[in-house]
C-alpha cells in the first residue's frame, strides 16, 4: 500500500502563487495532481513519469503550473503561479505503478487532498 499526503494549501489573492508537495512512502511510481473545485468533478491537472523526464499539463493550468519530482526524498510538487479564481479547488495528489492510469484519471493511490483558496 502506498501513503500519499500533500501539504501546501493556503488561500491567497488572484496572481499569487503556491507550491504544493507531496510525500509518498514509496519511489517508482509515476505521479500527477488532480483536483476537485466546489461543487464539480474531479479533473486531471498535470502529470509527471517516474523519472521526471516527462510532464503533461491540462490546458487549463499550462503555463502556470509546473509538476517536478524528487526521487531522493519521494516528493512531488506542484508550482502554481498566476493563480486564477477558477483555480479553488482540493487538490489530490495521485500515483500508481502504470502512468496510463494516471493520465486516465483512475490511479490506485490518492491523497487526503489540501484546499486551494483563489480570492479576486
Known amino acids: 500500500q502506498v501513503q500519499l499526503v500533500e501539504s501546501g494549501g493556503d488561500s491567497v489573492q488572484a496572481g499569487g502563487s503556491l507550491r504544493l508537495s507531496c510525500a509518498a512512502s514509496s519511489a517508482t511510481l509515476c505521479m500527477g495532481w488532480f483536483r476537485q473545485p466546489p461543487g464539480r468533478e474531479h479533473e486531471w491537472v498535470a502529470f509527471i513519469d517516474t523519472d521526471g523526464d516527462k510532464s503533461k499539463y491540462s490546458d487549463s493550468v499550462k503555463g502556470r503550473f509546473t509538476i517536478s519530482r524528487d526521487n531522493a526524498k519521494n516528493t512531488m510538487y506542484l508550482q502554481m503561479d498566476s493563480l486564477k479564481p477558477e483555480d479553488t479547488a482540493t487538490y489530490y495528489c495521485?500515483?500508481?505503478?502504470?502512468?496510463?492510469?494516471?493520465?486516465?484519471?483512475?490511479?490506485?493511490?490518492w491523497g487526503q487532498g489540501t484546499q486551494v483558496g483563489v480570492s479576486s
Open positions: 495521485a500515483a500508481d505503478t502504470f502512468c496510463v492510469r494516471v493520465l486516465l484519471g483512475t490511479p490506485d493511490y
